[in-house]
């Protein structure tokens, strides 16, 4: 009798189990493919176009770059023409080199400083009461929100030759002349800090919030002085977060163009901008799709090692 | 322990956080000076604001930017939220490691990278198809879903883990169907994800200088072009005033979203 009805219900079971996978399909595709398909169409294929332009030459037509494939009717066959020679000209003009690298530079300098800066205010925040903690992180997310073109503008009312850190250190007495700031490397390293902070002090303030603090206990019991468990306890621990980071600050600081365009002086040099002086001022289209495919050759290292530690994370 | 540290810590914290407001309160005290030189202080005034609501290039760029933005965001949350689902709900399938690359990707490239691939691809759609015919607000909406899309997704799919699953699963077992468990059940509790997701793209759009550039056609310049068009020549008090305004708002509708979700997760948990 039991074995009877708990066949039916088995069967019943099965049968509405079969229908549940008639009904998820269809949806279920759809709603797979639709993102999907929107991304290959919009995010991955775009980069296929570049990298078939990197090998045109540039033209005078519409669009300004030559076929790959032409078609001559006359003789009825096709001539396939690609040319290396935007990517010879990157390695032979010293431009070019010089502009990566003295971008990877400055994305660098820069992001040590954000971790300088990032980290005594992450620590603070989680190491706060729950509400003030709450208080911090807004503000600390807040600037995040308001336009990044008029952050960085702000920077130059503050940086500038009669700007407010000007008039106020002369208006104190402590120097003369005033300090040439806007338009050097060192008003893009504060506009690349000042723009990624908040990327720096998130992942940070999610490390540290979860450190056991016991473990600060023991190494204070066991005789360590407060710099030495810092840099042997706190520093590894704070270590994923750190490292996340830097490569969110670091990544997107390699590429930027407003920062240097707006607070950087004619002699600083980034590949963002080199990209699009190509662009949009020589309108060399080939090239810039060159200088494109070597920054995302460049970029696709730490990208794939964020990617990997984020799934890591994951497992 | 904590005390001992309090003091560099504070002090350095304390550094950091005028670091970031410093400027954007400097800027918002200039934009109420009278004089025309930005940094000379010569009374209170409101005439930069008046004389920014007569100029007629600043006010279409903004209806623009506002039109272009909300149709992104709105957009970009669908699309996102299903992207989201997709990878945190819909277990194995074929092609899972390619979109999860796709939907993180976006949140790392540089803008100058992601515009001119785009632009591209366009130009290289229209040859072929015909289709867009010329560049402007459409391309622009494309362009800003495609890179908020991205954002919406991470918001949802961090929203999804750290739901108990346990609902979907009664709703599950007391044989709701997918797509009924996901409007009724799913949807209500990841909420929150998608008012700020929207809000984030929304901002993320009304920000974006560098992949409009590249993708809009003649005529069609959001409020970012302009502002940067203007900015490029030096700060003046009218970009002054428009900046305070914007910081405003989104000031506003940032607080007031925090308070919001607040509120939704006191009646929700």
């Known amino acids: 009798m039991s074995n009877l009805t708990s066949s039916t219900e088995n069967r019943t079971m099965l049968v509405r189990w079969l229908q549940s996978i008639k009904n998820i399909n269809w949806g279920r595709a759809l709603v797979i493919l639709v993102p999907t398909l929107w991304l290959g169409v919009f995010f991955f294929i775009p980069f296929l176009v570049v990298f078939k332009i990197s090998l045109a030459e540039t033209a005078i037509a519409i669009p300004p770059y030559s076929s790959l494939l032409e078609w001559n009717p006359d003789e009825a066959y096709a001539t396939f023409k690609i040319t290396l020679g935007n990517y010879l000209f990157l390695f032979e003009s010293r431009f070019y080199l010089d502009a990566y690298l003295s971008s990877i530079r400055i994305a660098s300098i820069s992001t ?102 016991t473990l600060l206990e023991a190494a204070e019991d066991l005789g360590a002085k407060p710099y030495q468990s810092f840099f042997l306890v706190t520093l590894p621990l704070a270590m994923p977060g750190i490292i996340a980071g830097c490569l969110l600050v670091f990544i997107p600081a390699v590429g930027e163009f407003v920062i240097p365009a707006l607070l950087g002086g004619s002699d600083t040099l980034m590949i963002g901008r080199v990209l699009w002086d190509e662009f949009f001022l020589n309108r060399d289209w080939p090239m810039a799709s060159a200088v494109a495919i070597l920054m995302l050759i460049v970029l696709v290292g730490p990208i794939m090692f964020m990617r990997s530690r984020n799934k890591q994370e994951e497992a | 322990m904590i005390k001992r540290q309090s003091f560099w810590l504070s002090g350095s914290a304390l550094f950091g956080f005028i670091f970031l407001y410093a400027p954007i309160i400097s800027l918002i005290i200039y934009s109420f000076n009278e004089s025309k030189l930005v940094t000379v202080w010569s009374g209170w005034s409101i005439k930069w604001y008046v004389s920014l609501f007569q100029n007629e290039q600043i ?78 607000e459409g391309t622009i909406i494309i362009a800003h879903t495609t890179f908020c899309l991205a954002y919406v997704a991470v918001v949802v799919q961090s929203r999804l883990a750290s739901l108990d699953e346990t609902l979907e699963e009664a709703a599950m077992d007391l044989g709701a169907k997918p797509s009924t468990l996901f409007f009724l ?10 008012i700020s997701g929207w809000l984030l793209s929304f901002t993320l759009s009304l920000d974006d200088l560098v992949i409009a550039s590249f993708v809009s056609g003649p005529g069609n310049s959001t409020l970012p072009m302009v502002i940067f068009s203007k900015v490029r020549l030096g700060v003046t008090p009218e970009i002054n005033a428009l900046a305070t305004l914007m910081i405003l708002v989104v000031a506003v509708a940032v607080v007031a979203a925090i308070v919001i979700m607040r509120k939704q997760n006191k009646y929700t948990s």
């Open chain 2, 59 to 136: 006010i279409n760029a903004a209806l623009l930017s506002f039109k272009v933005a909300a149709i992104s965001a709105t957009l970009a949350v669908i699309l996102g939220t299903m992207a989201g689902f997709v990878l945190s709900r819909m277990g194995r399938f074929r092609g899972k490691t390619l979109l999860s690359g796709w939907v993180t990707a976006p949140l790392v490239m540089p803008d100058v990278i992601t515009g001119l691939s785009l632009l591209l691809l366009f130009v290289a759609m229209e040859s072929m198809f015909g289709w867009p015919a010329g560049r402007g």
């Open chain 1, 112 to 213: 040590f400083f954000a971790l300088l800066l990032g980290f005594p205010i992450a620590y603070m925040i989680a190491r706060s009461s729950a509400n003030m903690r709450n208080i911090l992180l807004a503000l600390v997310i807040l600037p995040f929100w308001t336009s990044f073109l008029l952050r960085v503008y702000a920077w130059m009312g503050f940086l500038k030759k009669n700007g407010v850190i000007n008039e106020f250190l002369m208006g104190m007495g402590i120097i003369d002349e005033p300090l040439v700031m806007l338009q050097t490397d060192f008003a893009v390293y504060i506009g690349i800090v000042y723009t990624y902070l908040p990327f720096m002090i998130l992942p940070l303030y999610t490390t540290l919030e979860k450190m056991d603090l």
């Open chain 2, 185 to 194: 059940i799913t949807l209500p509790l990841i909420a929150p994800a998608l």
